[in-house]
């Protein structure tokens, strides 16, 4: 007689967190079959996929330069990888806990190597602006409760962050905006007409890679300096009657913001196109109150900024084999060393630089010992020294991220993995690698 098959438990994860953008919807509620998820309610089509399509990699836990190891196998040869490099770098750190980043800012102290995040290739040109001009910030619940004029600059919220309308900057009736929508006045300035612009009041289509020009068009505005009609429609292809409305609506905003995303930052101009619009806001709190936030794309980037940060005083590209913390965007930034051929040793968590980067950076780190991390194969884990499979942050690992308004968030896993997490493997390589550093043990 045949035994019927178990049915899997059914559970319900109330207030779970979807760590797939920067947006960091902490109000899913999962309905778990076993190790499946098969309802996801709240959740955006970007966050149903993250978490119906999610399946446990049945590969093994760790692979030796191709082939199936032991965990302590696979951890003392990434250790000794570290130990051994005179140049190692350590990349990635956007799609896991603020945790493990923390670790493994340590271990790049101890290495004495390079740690840089994803960052360096999409807001890092928002992070060197910071750092220049300064930021005047919010929340997002803020936004909610408070703002009546939001605008969006190379930004495309619609495809990009879904929920980002109807839960935190246009839809949602806020304390002060008890209409909501029709409380609320929505710009968008872009190259062309996206998604987003339908749910627009204003639409500025600037010229391709004019950001700058447009910027300051609006802060000379801003402090009533009289220019040349013809010259600024020339440079920003837009009426300077557009830009002086915009103005004068923007003064007369009761709370303003304004996000902005790569369309701005990785555009001609890149951290001066950033710093023009930090500027931009802080010459409009001299007329109203304004803000300006980045719409940040991986789940936990802004964690990566901030851990990296308050360890070592810098978002991004920390250089830290001379003992003390060195920033330098260009010459300490993953893609850069790779493709100038310095590294001779890294360690990748949670990214794919071999599908994404250029063609000599993926050549380098195809030739040099490198340790991966991540929860699938990737073109990086295939190539890589030593491959872990780890468990998923959110959906199998507890643990903090933080919103793109820099807003930590707690996450309620749905399952167990039966991988291992990321903090788990780091936290045993520091440990190896701080024994390495140390020496054999003397029997006296």
């Known amino acids: 007689?045949?035994?019927?098959?178990?049915?899997?438990?059914?559970?319900?994860?109330?207030?779970?967190?979807?760590?797939?953008?920067?947006?960091?919807?902490?109000?899913?509620?999962?309905?778990?079959e076993g190790t499946h998820i098969v309802d996801a309610k709240r959740a955006c089509v970007l966050g149903n996929s993250w978490f119906l399509n999610h399946e446990v990699d049945d590969r093994p836990s760790c692979h030796v330069d191709g082939q199936p190891a032991d965990l302590e196998v696979g951890i003392e040869r990434?250790?000794?990888?570290?130990v051994d490099a005179n140049y190692p770098l350590i990349y990635g750190l956007s799609d896991t806990t603020s945790e493990s980043q923390r670790v493994v800012v340590g271990i790049a102290d101890w290495i004495g190597g390079i740690v840089d995040t994803t960052t360096s290739v999409c807001h890092g040109p928002s992070g060197m602006a910071f750092q220049g001009v300064g930021e005047v910030t919010c929340s997002l619940g803020e936004v909610r409760n408070r703002a009546d004029m939001v605008m969006f600059w190379g930004s495309n919220p619609a495809e990009s962050h879904p929920r980002h309308f109807t839960k935190y900057s246009l839809m949602p009736k806020g304390m002060f905006l008890p209409n909501g929508r029709k409380d609320r006045t929505c710009v968008i300035v872009d190259v062309r007409k996206t998604k987003s612009a339908k749910?627009?009041?204003?639409?500025?289509?600037?010229?391709?890679?004019?950001?700058?020009?447009?910027?300051?068009?609006?802060?000379?505005?801003?402090?009533?300096?009289?220019?040349?009609?013809?010259?600024?429609?020339?440079?920003?292809?837009?009426?300077?009657?557009?830009?002086?409305?915009?103005?004068?609506?923007?003064?007369?905003?009761?709370?303003?913001?304004?996000?902005?995303?790569?369309?701005?930052?990785?555009?001609?101009?890149?951290?001066?196109?950033?710093?023009?619009?930090?500027?931009?806001?802080?010459?409009?709190?001299?007329?109203?109150?304004?803000?300006?936030?980045?719409?940040?794309?991986?789940?936990?980037?802004?964690?990566?900024?901030?851990?990296?940060?308050?360890?070592?005083?810098?978002?991004?590209?920390?250089?830290?084999?001379?003992?003390?913390?060195?920033?330098?965007?260009?010459?300490?930034?993953?893609?850069?060393?790779?493709?100038?051929?310095?590294?001779?040793?890294?360690?990748?968590?949670?990214?794919?630089?071999?599908?994404?980067f250029s063609q000599p950076a993926r050549t380098h780190l195809a030739s040099i010992p490198y340790i991966a991390f991540d929860p699938k194969e990737t073109p990086t884990t295939r190539s890589a020294a030593v491959a872990f499979t780890v468990a998923t942050y959110g959906i199998n690992v507890p643990g903090t991220v933080y919103r793109m308004d820099d807003v930590p968030i707690p996450l309620r896993p749905a399952f167990e993995s039966p991988h291992p997490s990321d903090f788990e493997i780091l936290s045993r390589i520091k440990r190896r690698v701080r024994e390495l550093q140390a020496g054999p043990v003397r029997v006296v």
Not at 1 to 6: D, L, N, R, V, Y
Not at 11 to 29: E, L, M, N, P
Not at 78 to 82: G, K, M, S, T, Y
Request: charged share 25%.
């Open 78 to 82: 990434a250790a000794r990888i570290l």
């Open 1 to 32: 007689m045949s035994i019927p098959e178990a049915t899997p438990e059914t559970k319900v994860v109330k207030d779970a967190t979807c760590t797939f953008c920067g947006c960091v919807c902490d109000d899913i509620d999962l309905t778990v």
């Open 199 to 356: 749910a627009a009041d204003i639409f500025v289509q600037i010229k391709p890679r004019r950001d700058f020009e447009g910027l300051w068009t609006l802060r000379a505005l801003a402090q009533g300096i009289e220019l040349d009609p013809e010259t600024v429609e020339q440079d920003t292809g837009v009426p300077i009657a557009t830009w002086q409305d915009l103005m004068d609506r923007m003064k007369a905003a009761k709370f303003g913001v304004i996000f902005f995303g790569m369309g701005l930052t990785m555009t001609r101009g890149k951290h001066a196109n950033s710093e023009a619009l930090l500027a931009l806001t802080r010459d409009m709190n001299r007329h109203t109150r304004f803000t300006c936030k980045p719409n940040r794309g991986h789940g936990n980037v802004t964690g990566a900024d901030n851990v990296v940060a308050w360890r070592t005083g810098y978002p991004f590209g920390v250089n830290l084999t001379r003992g003390y913390p060195r920033f330098n965007p260009g010459e300490y930034t993953a893609s850069d060393v790779l493709a100038r051929g310095e590294a001779d040793a890294a360690m990748i968590i949670a990214s794919d630089p071999m599908a994404n």
